[in-house]
């Protein structure tokens, strides 16, 4: 398992009931190997090491409770549930239900149609609990380049940031329900509903 597979997958090993992260990961712009993000300048102390580096608790349940789904239950790993990816499940609750009512023709449960309805704010921090919320990574003490990788702390820093006008949350740009498509061209009319000629609904802003 590993990150999103529209940029790359770093693989969890397993050795003698032990879970590692491996210091290779497979990256889609390279179309092959390369070192995980971290490991760069940090030579491995022994050759378990070497394969990958030893997951603490708190690692493994973070790492399968937001790649894949079902993965996790309160502080336990139960795996044998797991199922690969991000499922209907991971985001929603009662799902069984849902499928259930579409089945019959009947309206579909509540909790499972409001997400879209979010705020900005209440977007970041709906997606921050895998992709980081802005406090997470401004309490870190240097969080540097790789703060790239944590779409709502970097949302936030947006000169149009509003944390109540959903145009500017996630799911403006980004429909969870879709793999991610990295083409200019998917965003361009996503940024002209409020940049259209060049003009903003904010005085004097012009660009993200």
């Known amino acids: 398992m590993g990150a999103s597979s529209a940029l790359g997958q770093t693989y969890i090993l ?3 009931g032990q879970l590692y992260e491996s210091r290779v990961s497979w990256f889609r712009e390279l179309s092959g190997l390369d070192q995980t993000m971290g490991y760069e300048g940090s030579p ?11 997951l603490h608790q708190d690692e493994k349940l973070r790492c399968f409770g937001c ?15 797991m199922m690969p990816g991000v499922q209907c499940e991971h985001c929603h ?15 579909v449960p509540k909790e499972l ?8 704010e209440q977007a970041s921090e709906f997606c921050g609990q895998c992709h980081r919320t802005w406090a997470e990574i401004a309490a870190q003490p240097n969080p540097g380049i790789a703060n790239i990788r944590f779409q709502p702390y970097r949302l936030t820093g947006s000169k149009c940031y509003d944390p109540e006008d959903a145009r500017i949350s996630c799911l403006a740009c980004h429909n969870p329900h879709h793999d991610f498509k990295p083409e200019t061209v998917d965003f361009d009319g996503k940024c002209l509903t409020c940049h259209a000629g060049g003009q903003t609904r904010r005085q004097g802003v012009s660009g993200f």
């Open 14 to 16: 397993e050795k003698d």
């Open 44 to 54: 491995p102390a022994d050759i378990n090491d070497a394969a990958g580096r030893l």
């Open 67 to 81: 790649h894949a789904t079902n993965a996790v239950q309160g502080r336990h790993l139960t795996l044998e549930k």
């Open 93 to 107: 609750e009662s799902t069984e239900e849902h499928l259930a009512a579409l089945q019959l023709g009947q309206p």
């Open 113 to 120: 149609s409001g997400l879209m309805k979010m705020s900005a």
